[in-house]
């Protein structure tokens, strides 16, 4: 069960880091970057804290985000970050 969490937190920061870098805006090149290196270390040493750590900064971006710019992000990006986040708290 903890490693299939795992795997959609992988996911879900994946999407999270491509929406990220779509809509390509300066403030979040650093949230970007780590991301994107949370994502590589997890596939290294399977330590999600990483993860959770910058994929809960990254749904705070994208929602804040989102407020100002509702057609910019998809809601279900937000939606699956949300719930593997909540999932992973639960375990």
């Given amino acids: 069960m ?5 795997e959609k937190l992988v996911k879900s ?7 990220i ?7 979040y090149s650093e949230l970007s970057s780590k991301l994107e290196w949370c994502i590589g270390s997890y596939q290294h ?25 509702p057609r910019k992000v998809n809601k279900k990006i937000i939606e699956n970050l949300e719930k593997v986040i909540g999932n992973y708290s639960k375990n």
């Fill in 2 to 6: 903890k490693n299939e969490v795992n």
């Fill in 21 to 27: 870098k779509k809509i390509n805006i300066e403030d």
């Fill in 45 to 69: 040493d399977k330590n999600p804290a990483g993860l959770i750590e910058y994929g809960t900064l990254a749904l705070k971006a994208l929602k804040q985000y989102k407020s100002k710019n």
């Fill in 13 to 19: 920061c994946n999407d999270a880091l491509a929406t």
